[in-house]
């Protein structure tokens, strides 16, 4: 009999691990259970679908279930949900159509990604209040915005967004462009809590010039309402709202693995090797229901996105047919579109945290220009560079301007991976033309202040 390879979640880990493993050795048989009906979306384009720049949501699906079923040979089953692991028998209990079934494994891989957290507000199910994690969140909240929002409004109306991460930036930007009024809510600060003070300042103040009505350090406490959302409540005063949505994080989905005496980390996600595997044999876990190791501390981080999940489910596919592969580490390299900004970030950014790892963290910021002086176009670009004071490692960095931060940070990223010092990273080959970047690249500036620094 040929080795089975069970893996329970269809999107980013899951197909990744699938396809790589049926492509690497046709002979293994390959089974997707997953409990949606979608499979290999991008959840990551849903908030450019709400604002209207993708119009249609099949758009956002790479591989249909069909051509996985027909090209791939992927025994691919929809509608079918994993309640149970029984790693002693080495099976699983699945549930569809209101049927339940045992099915073996050789190799199992719990892909299940996270889910939003529902904060326990007062009137959290009334109509008109989302969380945007899945495909079906995003259809019924465009469906929501049109039918009771644009269509009665003609765009007059207001709504809120209750977290300033980056999926909370991105629906501003979304309700936006509709015309609509956008309250955001942020109880810490600053928003965009992982990309430093420094960028976060810059995109705030873009947002109010953008007519965002940005309110920091404002704790939600609840949503008002009769038969449907009409306002949010913090503790000094209640905001018009007709819809709301709350974007404050996202927590692993460990409780099926956990429930099978699969072993979770500090952060709650599923604690994995650098192969991917848990502390139960033949049982691996990748993508946001899983730690990675950090890049720069060496240590378990819980950074979910995107790249990180496609990469780990490749990696386990191809070790699964016999070629045993590394998930790679993580650096959280994130990029977030705000408006008319780009903001970016890498590594290891606040002080206590890399103190907390033993590192003396210093800092610089520089403002440079994302193209040559004289070429037009020209625009400012901020970049912040962190470095260890004992070493002259590189910790991390960040950047914001109106072009040339989301890429740009890759440089950092790549510096990150290679344990560069800031001398190191100050001496890259970069490339240079006017229509593109200063003959100093704006890195290579901020690595020469941050160098100087360092030696005076
Ligand atoms: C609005 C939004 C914007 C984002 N933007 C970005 C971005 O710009 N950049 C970036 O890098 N990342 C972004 N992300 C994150 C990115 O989408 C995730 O990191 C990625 O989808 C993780 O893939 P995954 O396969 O681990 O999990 P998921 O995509 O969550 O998939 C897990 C699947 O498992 C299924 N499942 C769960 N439990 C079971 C079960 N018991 N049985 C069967 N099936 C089950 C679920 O239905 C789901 O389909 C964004 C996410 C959202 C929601």
Same mark, same amino acid.
Request: charged share 25%; aromatic share 6%; no cysteine.
């Given at each position: 009999m040929s080795h089975r390879f069970v893996v329970v979640g269809g999107d980013a880990a899951g197909m990744s691990a699938a396809s790589k493993a049926k492509r690497e050795n046709p002979d293994l048989d390959v089974v997707v259970f997953e409990k949606g009906e979608w499979v290999s979306y991008g959840a990551c384009g849903l908030p450019y679908f709400v604002k209207g720049d993708i119009p249609d949501i099949e758009d956002l699906v790479a591989v249909t279930p069909e051509a996985f079923r027909e090209k791939r040979n992927i025994d691919l089953r929809t509608g079918h949900e994993v309640?149970?692991?029984?790693?002693?028998?080495?099976?699983?209990?699945?549930?569809?159509?209101?049927?339940?079934?045992?099915?073996?494994?050789?190799?199992?891989?719990?892909?299940?990604?996270?889910?939003?957290?529902?904060?326990?507000?007062?009137?959290?199910?009334?109509?008109?209040?989302?969380?945007?994690?899945?495909?079906?969140?995003?259809?019924?909240?465009?469906?929501?915005?049109?039918?009771?929002?644009?269509?009665?409004?003609?765009?007059?109306?207001?709504?809120?967004?209750?977290?300033?991460?980056?999926?909370?930036?991105?629906?501003?930007?979304?309700?936006?462009?509709?015309?609509?009024?956008?309250?955001?809510?942020?109880?810490?600060?600053?928003?965009?809590?992982?990309?430093?003070?420094?960028?976060?300042?810059?995109?705030?103040?873009?947002?109010?010039?953008?007519?965002?009505?940005?309110?920091?350090?404002?704790?939600?406490?609840?949503?008002?309402?009769?038969?449907?959302?009409?306002?949010?409540?913090?503790?000094?005063e209640t905001y018009d709202a007709e819809l709301a949505v709350v974007g404050v994080g996202v927590a692993p989905n460990a409780e099926l693995a956990a429930e099978a005496g699969v072993e979770r980390g500090d952060s709650g996600a599923i604690a994995v090797d650098e192969y991917g595997r848990t502390n139960v044999s033949d049982v691996f876990a990748a993508g946001d229901c899983a730690e990675a190791t950090h890049t720069v501390t060496g240590s378990p981080d819980y950074v979910p996105l995107a790249l990180t999940a496609n990469r780990a489910g490749?990696?386990?596919?191809?070790?699964?047919?016999?070629?045993?592969? $590394?998930?790679?580490?993580?650096?959280?390299?994130?990029?977030?579109?705000?408006?008319?900004?780009?903001?970016?970030?890498?590594?290891?950014?606040?002080?206590?945290?890399?103190?907390?790892?033993?590192?003396?963290?210093?800092?610089? $910021?520089?403002?440079?220009?994302?193209?040559?002086?004289?070429y037009p176009g020209a625009k400012e670009l901020q970049v912040t560079l962190v470095a260890d004071q004992e070493t002259n490692r590189v910790l991390g960095a960040s950047m914001v301007g109106e072009e040339g931060a989301a890429k740009r940070i890759d440089t950092v990223a790549a510096a990150l991976d290679a344990e560069m010092t800031v001398d190191e990273l100050q001496n890259l080959d970069l490339a240079y033309a006017p229509p593109f970047s200063p003959t100093w690249d704006p890195v290579l500036t901020a690595a020469k202040v941050l160098a100087g620094k360092l030696g005076d």
């Open positions: 309640t149970a692991i029984d790693t002693d028998e080495k099976t699983v209990t699945v549930e569809a159509g209101g049927e339940t079934t045992t099915e073996p494994y050789d190799t199992l891989l719990v892909a299940t990604g996270a889910r939003a957290i529902e904060p326990p507000f007062e009137g959290m199910d009334l109509p008109g209040v989302f969380t945007l994690h899945s495909m079906e969140s995003g259809e019924a909240l465009r469906g929501y915005l049109e039918r009771e929002v644009l269509a009665d409004d003609a765009g007059a109306g207001s709504v809120a967004v209750i977290g300033g991460g980056y999926v909370g930036v991105e629906m501003a930007e979304a309700f936006a462009e509709h015309g609509l009024t956008v309250h955001m809510f942020e109880m810490l600060p600053h928003i965009l809590q992982p990309f430093g003070e420094e960028v976060a300042e810059v995109v705030e103040e873009h947002l109010r010039e953008q007519g965002v009505e940005l309110h920091l350090d404002t704790r939600v406490e609840g949503f008002v309402g009769g038969e449907e959302l009409s306002g949010v409540e913090t503790e000094a490749r990696a386990i596919g191809q070790t699964v047919t016999g070629d045993p592969t $590394t998930v790679g580490e993580i650096a959280g390299t994130a990029a977030v579109k705000a408006f008319d900004l780009e903001a970016a970030r890498t590594g290891i950014l606040d002080e206590p945290r890399a103190k907390q790892h033993g590192f003396e963290p210093t800092k610089v $910021t520089i403002t440079a220009s994302s193209r040559a002086h004289y």
